[in-house]
């Protein structure tokens, strides 16, 4: 079924009161870790007790699939699966499929920890649609790995993942890296020295502060350009141009060929004028930031017995009253930003 909107058919996708096009839709599937990243899901939030989204209240595929062809005909054209961890949630490929049959979708990628990425499970997601994978890998060394993602998993084990990834036919894997002071800075240029030559594009993200629960302070980020240098130091760089408007990393490449590298500079060079991008938690509110305080709730609506153009006008409407622009604010303010209402999780809607 096609929904018609002023929106489908052309390539102007509804915008913001920025002038910002409703371009991204990332979709978190589960709130679900196997992991507990110390700069994500701290085991000491995160824990046994911990109360996880029940099943019951999370969005059925059919309903994210509905949500995501209401997004398509307002000029959506690429989808992120995010999570927690999205590889949890079951039939994910069914997904994928019914995502990729979506009028005007040019685009499914998908973020992982890649520990469950075996090899079976790579040809599943490619065979079902998906386009892209984006693994993250923090550091190389066991000891620094085991201690961020707090699980004592290996990071043989996630190589072992992009292996498999590559083995099923996916191309410019995305490897990303969340760096913070004190923690995992010493491994960027292993990291950086391990994917030269391999056609892997690593992206160093500067720590950010997102939601309430990892502790985060402006001493621990080490600004993208100071990472530049160090790299620059040993593996001369210079600067690419983006490949699209809005394009969250900041592109280098290797002089001498080795190929590309990124950096998400959120804190110290924020995007926020070219944000493209709305978030979907797994129980369907519809987020306008990563760093929002208030999600709008589209499950009601849907069971409800909302119609396609009730749908369409909830979301048209929620994304042209859109003026967000948190890293902005954060960079230009003496003190970030304090809205005195919690920040949702990243595990809640995904990076
Ligand atoms: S802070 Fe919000 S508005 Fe700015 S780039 Fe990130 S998600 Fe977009």
Redesign the pocket.
Known sequence: MILISEHASTSKAVQDRLHRPLRDLRISVTDRCNFRCVYCMPREIFGPGYAFLPRKDLLTLEEIARIAQVFAALGMRKVRITGGEPLIRRNLEHLIEMIDATEGVQDISLTTNGSMLTADRAVSLKQAGLKRLTISLDALDDATFKSINDVDYPASRVLDGIDNARAAGFSDIKVNAVVRRGLNEHAVLDLAKHFRHSGCIVRFIEYMDVGETNGWNLDDVIPAADLVDRIDALYPLEAVSPNYPGE?AKRWRYRDGAGEIGFIT?VTQ???GE?S?A?LSAVGELY?????TQGHDLRSLLRSGADDAQLLQAVSGIWQKRE?????LRATATKVPVTGQAKVEMSHIGG
């Open positions: 969250v959120s924020s995007f926020c944000c991008r978030r306008t930031c990563l760093f929002g967000d622009r948190y890293s902005e």
